[in-house]
T-cell receptor
Framework: GESVGLHLPTLSVQEGDNSIINCAYS??????FIWYKQESGKGPQFIID?????DKRQGQRVTVLLNKTVKHLSLQIAATQPGDSAVYFC?????????????FGTGTQLKVEL | KAGVTQTPRYLIKTRGQQVTLSCSPI?????VSWYQQTPGQGLQFLFE???????NKGNFPGRFSGRQFSNSRSEMNVSTLELGDSALYLC????????????FGSGTRLTVV
């Protein structure tokens, strides 16, 4: 499969446990944040997003928390399953030059142990 | 509906050559962005196109260029390839009208030898 990072931090969790993946972002002016999941051989897949005027948003088994004071984002996955094993990226959206771009964090490898 | 399609899936080129990668966005999406993914640098923004116009450009040398056609399909070109250009090149499309719903393709794995 594709190698998405040789020096990624790794989080190992037992199946059924909750996972928390953290991310620090850089631009205090960013308005929008997204979490992506990338499996081997695939492109990033959207998980959940949050606007800067919110501090929490919940989806199906996932929750994103935003702390603008310390520019910190976290993704919580409830009842982690083997299919959750992947690399997780946070991304912030910046608006520059009339367009948008995603600025990605370095990523975290999540390994789910049976 | 069909997702974002990138071709070719894999490519091997020699240093000094040039390469063209293709991206077909989701039907109705008018914005296409390109990203380079490497183990050392992670995911980095290359450029964004909307309605055939480049709206935003990342910090890459002029050897990296792109274009978008009237049907929203996009191509990126890398000239005078270097070993360091070996990477997974990802394309993402979105409607482009205020929505941030980026959908990524599976990428083109470029290896420069």
């Amino acid at each position: 499969g594709e190698s998405v990072g040789l020096h990624l931090p790794t989080l190992s969790v037992q199946e059924g446990d909750n996972s928390i993946i953290n991310c620090a972002y850089s631009n205090s002016a960013s308005d929008y944040f997204i979490w992506y999941k990338q499996e081997s051989g695939k492109g990033p897949q959207f998980i959940i997003d949050i606007r800067s005027n919110m501090d929490k948003r919940q989806g199906q088994r996932v929750t994103v928390l935003l702390n603008k004071t310390v520019k910190h984002l976290s993704l919580q996955i409830a009842a982690t399953q083997p299919g959750d094993s992947a690399v997780y990226f946070c991304a912030e959206i910046g608006i520059t030059g009339g367009g948008n771009k995603l600025t990605f964090g370095t990523g975290t490898q999540l390994k789910v142990e049976l | 509906k069909a997702g974002v399609t990138q071709t070719p899936r894999y490519l091997i080129k020699t240093r000094g050559q040039q390469v063209t990668l293709s991206c077909s966005p989701i039907s109705g999406h008018r914005s296409v962005s390109w990203y380079q993914q490497t183990p050392g640098q992670g995911l980095q923004f290359l450029f964004e196109y909307f309605s055939e116009t480049q709206r935003n450009k990342g910090n890459f040398p002029g050897r990296f260029s792109g274009r978008q056609f009237s049907n929203s399909r996009s191509e990126m070109n890398v000239s005078t390839l270097e070993l360091g250009d070996s990477a997974l090149y990802l394309c993402a499309s979105r409607t482009g009208t205020g929505a941030y719903g980026y959908t990524f393709g599976s990428g083109t794995r470029l290896t420069v030898v």
